[in-house]
């Protein structure tokens, strides 16, 4: 199954928690439906892409980028890439390359669906589609947050705590995600939140 199917099954089959995010859901689908490559960078209308908001194993911190275009701390993820099987593995791939952490657990599903304008590499003004995940990272030996290393695609990298997190986020989708993505990971084994 290539990313452009693997993206239609995780849509056709994700369960959005209310009518907006089911209404996004349809409108991702017949975009997919409607472009060729729909989850490539090179398809200049809009693409599909994977991003993750990853919180500690207590759940009570999220890690954030300081994000050069956007200028506002928003989650990891970014573009589909060619060798990517699904969305979820850019989510994932994006994550660990953004992060420097060793491993992270997804979730099983989307947490929450957001589609914004913005001018990314391309150089001209698109939309990205984007499918955002969860994740937990394991917590370093002596139990405190993991170590994290900063990529050449952020301004800055840093844990917050879920109830103090920086007024510089993206006010429209952080807070949400952060909600969204702890319930969407109170399903994976081991979590604190079982």
């Not at 911190?61 to 990517?84: A, F, N, S, Y």
């Not at 990298?157 to 909600?179: F, G, Q, S």
């Amino acid at each position: 199954m290539n990313i452009t199917d693997a993206t239609r099954a995780v849509l056709d089959g994700w369960h959005a928690p209310d009518s907006g995010q089911d209404a996004l859901r349809h409108t991702m689908l017949a975009f997919i439906d409607a472009v060729d490559d729909p989850c490539m960078r090179a398809c200049v209308p809009g693409h599909v892409t994977g991003s993750v908001i990853v919180f500690d194993a207590t759940l009570r911190h999220v890690l954030l980028t300081l994000h050069p275009r956007v200028g506002k701390w928003i989650q990891l993820g970014g573009h589909c890439e060619p060798g990517d099987a699904s969305v979820a593995a850019t989510a994932l791939r994006e994550g660990l390359e953004e992060s420097g952490l060793a491993s992270l657990r997804l979730s099983d599903g989307p947490a929450h669906l957001h589609t914004h304008p913005i001018t990314c590499s391309l150089g001209v003004p698109t939309r990205h589609l984007d499918i955002q995940y969860a994740a937990v990272a394991d917590p370093a030996a002596d139990g405190s947050l993991p170590d994290i290393v900063r990529s050449d695609e952020s301004v800055d990298l840093a844990w917050w705590p879920v109830d103090d997190l920086p007024a510089d986020i993206d006010a429209d989708t952080i807070p949400v995600l952060v909600e969204r993505g702890s319930a969407a990971l109170a399903g994976l084994p081991d979590s604190p939140a079982r």
